[in-house]
């Protein structure tokens, strides 16, 4: 994903886990000088295909450095069961012009 651009992005869960019970969910982004945290009010869950898909917007793409980006989800259903995804790696890249258009 680019600095300054809004990317969709989708994790696919490997998992049984009825997204109907789900209370919470944290996703969050981490590099070595940065971190943000998308809770489940900007995430669209499809439940057939086991997918949650949520947006950055430029100013938060921004607050990252070109770097690696690791990405976790923490969920947590009704019943109080917690989990936790696999850590998945993305490139944050370069753009020649910074800031928000």
């Known amino acids: 994903m680019y600095r300054g651009t809004t990317p969709t992005l989708e994790l696919r869960?490997?998992?049984l886990i009825d997204f109907n019970e789900i209370d919470k969910v944290y996703i969050t982004l981490?590099?070595?000088?940065?971190?943000l945290t998308i809770s489940e009010d900007r995430c669209t869950f499809d439940n057939e295909n086991k997918t949650?898909?949520?947006t950055l917007?430029?100013?938060e793409t921004?607050?990252?450095n070109v770097s690696t980006?690791?990405?976790q989800a923490r969920i947590r259903?009704?019943?109080g069961k917690s989990y936790a995804t696999s850590i998945a790696k993305a490139d944050m890249l370069k753009i020649l012009k910074d800031g928000v258009i």
Request: hydrophobic share 45%.
């Open 13 to 15: 869960l490997k998992t």
């Open 30 to 35: 981490a590099s070595m000088l940065n971190e």
């Open 52 to 54: 949650i898909q949520f």
């Open 57 to 59: 917007t430029q100013e």
């Open 62 to 64: 921004l607050s990252f």
């Open 69 to 71: 980006v690791e990405i």
């Open 77 to 79: 259903l009704k019943d």
